[in-house]
């Protein structure tokens, strides 16, 4: 592990280890007790489903990275599903280290440039932020025209509305401090204006992927496969959010206010979760290896907030906890059996995986430099 990634990763976990510790401070009467019964009580069966989900998400990952290839390198996308499921095990074994894993891994076995499968990882992402967008967009419309429940998009709009509205309020006492954080970055640039320049050529990098990305969409056609593709995927994953979350059915648990209720979570649907969804992808940008980190204490953290923690959810700290490491391990973690099988089979060394295509990245941001 290179110097750079452990400053990062001492980082991380600092940050992580400040989250944990306020979060679990805010758990003064945590029972654990009724965590270990909430997870003993899931139904096997929407587990499983939720695990076919998501590698029926994995299959449409692989049809998706094929159709970008189609003008440059055609094939078929049963050989890049092995690539897809063994670097989505990286990434879950060795986070960001194993971040590159897909794109490394499919350039080896078609015979292509790193460059320009980084071009194709980039691009994906474009599509999965804005198939995910869309989807958030399309049921706020329905919300909005009465034709699904309008709840939580209403207490969305009135968390922004408050945030807005406190942070008018405080923005004139605080002009000094707000100059005095100017003062302070255009300091530090100039103190740090060489080691900035290499994350501005990283920029510079991902910038021209994505240019050459795009170029890979040879005609309209191509353009609306991957797009519906990409929704499809993504339906499918919120549909294995859907089937965890469904997993607990109704249990009995004590209400923010004391009382006894019972949590259905059989009631939770689509809007539901692209609320959590959305949590979740946020808080990824701070994790660990082994896809512990941010995502799993957001998705905790909403579940217990005021938008599940009422009726007819009444999500405890309990069952929001034992809900998010249920998530984790369904959607990020189960690929990890199956990913180490076809490693072997596709002779792959998940360490020098990592750490060949982190090289990789590494000798583009370089090149892109000169």
């Not at 059989?266 to 969804?277: E, F």
């Amino acid at each position: 592990m290179k110097k750079k990634q452990i400053v990062s990763l001492i980082v991380i976990t600092v940050i992580l280890a400040v989250l944990v510790y306020l979060q679990f401070r805010s758990w003064q009467s945590f029972d654990w007790a009724k965590f270990r019964l909430y997870t003993r009580g899931v139904s096997l069966w929407h587990i499983g489903a939720g695990i076919g989900l998501i590698y029926c998400g994995y299959i449409l990952r692989a049809i998706r990275w094929s159709i970008f290839l189609r003008p440059t390198a055609p094939t078929s996308f049963p050989r890049l599903i092995a690539p897809q499921v063994i670097g989505f095990s990286a990434l879950g074994l060795f986070g960001r280290a194993g971040e590159f894993a897909r794109p490394y891994l499919i350039a080896r076995k078609q015979n292509l440039t790193f460059t320009s499968q980084l071009a194709v990882w980039t691009v994906e992402r474009f599509f999965d932020l804005g198939a995910v967008a869309l989807m958030m967009l399309t049921l706020a419309g329905m919300a909005m025209a009465g034709l699904v429940d309008s709840n939580k998009v209403t207490l969305l709009k009135e968390d922004v509305h408050r945030g807005l509205a406190s942070l008018a309020a405080s923005g004139g006492h605080k002009l000094l401090l707000l100059a005095g954080c100017v003062v302070a970055l255009a300091f530090l640039y100039l103190l740090l204006r060489k080691a900035s320049g290499r994350l501005a050529h990283g920029i510079l990098a991902n910038l021209a992927a994505f240019k050459e990305g795009f170029n890979t969409i040879h005609d309209f056609r191509s353009l609306l496969q991957i797009i519906v593709v990409s929704l499809v995927m993504w339906l499918m994953i919120a549909g294995a959010y859907i089937q965890v979350l469904h997993a607990y059915g109704s249990v009995a648990v004590t209400a923010a206010d004391g009382s006894q209720q019972f949590a259905n979570l059989g009631t939770m649907q689509l809007g539901d979760v692209l609320i959590i969804m959305g949590c979740s992808m946020a808080g990824s940008v701070i994790q660990l290896p082994g896809g512990v980190g941010g995502s799993q204490l957001a998705v905790i953290g909403i579940l217990q907030s005021h938008f599940f923690n009422g009726a007819p959810t009444y999500i405890s700290p309990e069952l929001a906890v034992s809900c998010g490491i249920m998530l984790w391990l369904v959607t990020f973690m189960s690929v990890i059996p199956t990913g180490l099988v076809l490693a072997r089979f596709e002779k792959v060394s998940f360490l020098r995986l990592s750490e060949q295509s982190t090289q990789e990245e590494e000798d583009l941001e370089t090149e892109t430099a000169k």
